[in-house]
């Protein structure tokens, strides 16, 4: 179940926050584009609005924005994803998606509700795939004892929050749990959303560039409870 909103999580005191934000939020509106801005909210379905840049330009900017602000602890990472996931624009929570990718060591199992704030509010593959990758799967790696947490989310009513489950150990290879990700996979088999199905693809697919004979029995025996969808992109590498 999703938490109710009134124990969302209230960004913290951070000195460094303070002085990335002020930058953030000059540099970025200068470099708006509002025909580009238009082009990327519609791809996007319209979840948020945009200012308009390239990520490479995003990416760039960005740079500029955290030079010289050295190395932040876990409450300046909650404190900056936080407060850029409040701002309306969808380039600020790219911002903060990448600076947690880039300090997700920083942060402890302590960092959990957060991410599961940020992963369901205003929630779009864009910004839930990056997290599940690059921030839950790293916490999860550093804490073995958080994957009773993914073992929760996989069954949340929040199809974000079980995408992110299923895409945690994306970037696992060999360290990958073959046993929980086939038993998530199976948990999730019959919903109808469009992105649990594609998800389950897309993680047996990544598993099977390590273990394609594993994938293979998976999906075979699964195959009557398995979207085509999920099998078809299962397979896509292997056959």
Known sequence: MSPPADLAPVAPRSALADTVLDRLTTVYPAAADPEHAAGAAAYMRNIAPFLGMSTPRRRMLSKEV?????????????????????LPER???????DYLRRHVARCSSGFVPVLRHLVDTVPWWDTVDLLAAHVAGPLVSADPGLAVVM???????????????????????ERTDAGRLFRYCL???DHPDFFLRKAIGWSLREYAKTDPEAVRGFVDGARDRLSPLSVREALKNIG
Do not use: M
Request: aromatic letters at 12%.
């Open 66 to 86: 955290l030079a010289g602000t050295g190395r932040p602890d876990e409450q300046d990472c909650t404190a900056i994803a936080l407060r850029c996931w409040e």
């Open 91 to 97: 380039e600020y929570q790219y911002f903060a998606a």
């Open 151 to 173: 073992d929760r989310w996989i069954e949340d009513d929040s199809i974000w929050v079980a995408r992110t489950a299923l895409l945690h150990q994306l970037r696992y290879k």
């Open 187 to 189: 948990l999730r088999a």
